[in-house]
């Protein structure tokens, strides 16, 4: 299996379902709609941003493990939180949809050969193969989750 920094993409997709199983609920939902700093993102934003995200990474994933010979397009990351409106959903089923993503994340990746792993693709902003893709989703996740707790919880 693939590996960056001694960890394989099997293991950190694992992980990144553990830390949303981790999330410490009560002091997300205390926060509610507050944000560090005006024009921010609430964490209901960051979640739904998350899904989206993570979303249009695995369509990626899949059309360059199929085959995909067009570059893929980029999207607005800022105009999909505000078209989500976030803050009307339940913060639980957000957190429950990110984990069944990355669940689903899971058995692709699980099904895929080193081969497909290596399968090279274009986006709008260059080139990178599945297994980047693979490894990127779960930091994603990871960067965010950093900035709720670094940024977030003391609030």
Same mark, same amino acid.
């Given at each position: 299996? /693939?590996?960056? *920094?001694?960890?394989? &993409? ?5 992980? @990144? %379902?553990?830390?949303? $199983?981790?999330? +410490? =609920? ?22 739904? /941003?998350?899904? *989206?995200?993570?979303? &249009? ?5 899949? @059309? %360059?493990?199929?085959? $995909?010979?067009? +570059? =893929? ?29 990355? &669940? ?5 990746? @699980? ?45």
């Amino acid at each position: 299996m /693939h590996k960056c *920094d001694d960890v394989d &993409i099997i293991s950190a997709i694992s992980t @990144s %379902i553990k830390e949303v $199983e981790q999330i +410490p =609920l009560d002091k997300w939902k205390a926060i509610g709609l507050k944000t560090y700093a005006p024009g921010k993102w609430t964490i209901s934003d960051i979640v739904q /941003h998350l899904i *989206d995200a993570e979303r &249009i990474f695995i369509y990626r994933a899949l @059309s %360059i493990a199929r085959g $995909e010979k067009q +570059p =893929l397009p980029p999207f607005s990351e800022n105009d999909y939180v505000t078209e989500a409106n976030a803050s009307a959903r339940d913060l639980d089923s957000l957190i429950a949809e990110l984990k069944n993503l990355h &669940i689903s994340l899971l058995d692709m990746y @699980s099904s895929f050969s080193q081969d497909i792993l290596m399968r090279r693709g274009k986006s709008f902003a260059g080139e990178y193969t599945v297994a980047d893709i693979g490894f990127i989703i779960p930091g994603h996740q990871r960067w965010h989750f950093e900035v709720i707790r670094d940024k977030y919880i003391e609030l």
